[in-house]
């Protein structure tokens, strides 16, 4: 079940900066849009975030795995294709200007 729970947080996660025009929830100046820089720089540091959470999670259920580059790569790739769906919506489906 904490398997699901966090798969469902880095879903919602992942798609977070292509949905929320907040810049990690400070609401910007009149200028309105984020620039896509930003958006990846939430992406990275919602990773770490949902890292964690998957950390103490992997803590409250016994020891610690050490984990290897290969991890990362695989984990930072799934994030990406989660956030997959968000980018589309924000730059190849919406209509320009809404």
Known sequence: MEVVLLLAIA????????LVERLFFIKLPKSGNKH????????VVLYFI????????????GEIHT????FYAVTG???????????IFR?????KGT
Do not use: M, T
């Open 11 to 18: 879903l919602i996660a992942a798609n977070l900066p292509f």
């Open 36 to 43: 896509l820089g930003f958006r990846l720089l939430e992406l």
């Open 50 to 61: 949902v890292g964690g959470i998957g950390l103490l999670l992997e803590k409250k259920g």
């Open 67 to 70: 984990q290897n580059w290969e």
């Open 77 to 87: 790739s799934l994030f990406l294709v989660f956030a997959f769906p968000g980018f």
């Open 91 to 95: 730059y190849l489906w919406r209509k």
